[in-house]
């Protein structure tokens, strides 16, 4: 299957425009990521950046993101938080 220049073209164009486009899916996902993030980290904790929840292809480690250590507590306390919700609701049922 061949495709002309000019065709060629015409999807570049339409690739710049698309709305669906994987880098902006990278910053939907990223954008959905912070907002949860701050939302639950609370007045005290770690402030974050969208950029944050980017990914970072062929760059350096930032030092300041959040370490797999404090991903996996921040996890596991919201996991905590919902399971204490989840069985108060079921005594009130």
Request: glycine share 6%; hydrophobic share 35%; proline share 4%.
């Amino acid at each position: 299957m061949k495709m002309s220049s000019m065709e060629f073209s015409q999807w570049q164009a339409f690739e710049e425009i698309e709305p669906g486009s994987p880098a902006r899916d990278d910053f939907h996902f990223a954008t959905l990521c912070w907002l949860i993030w701050n939302m639950l980290n609370g007045k005290g904790g770690r402030k974050m950046t969208i950029q944050d929840f980017l990914p970072m292809f062929g760059t350096e480690k930032r030092a300041d993101r959040p370490t797999q250590k404090e991903l996996k507590s921040k996890l596991l306390s919201w996991k905590s938080l919902y399971e204490a919700e989840q069985k108060g609701r079921s005594k009130h049922v």
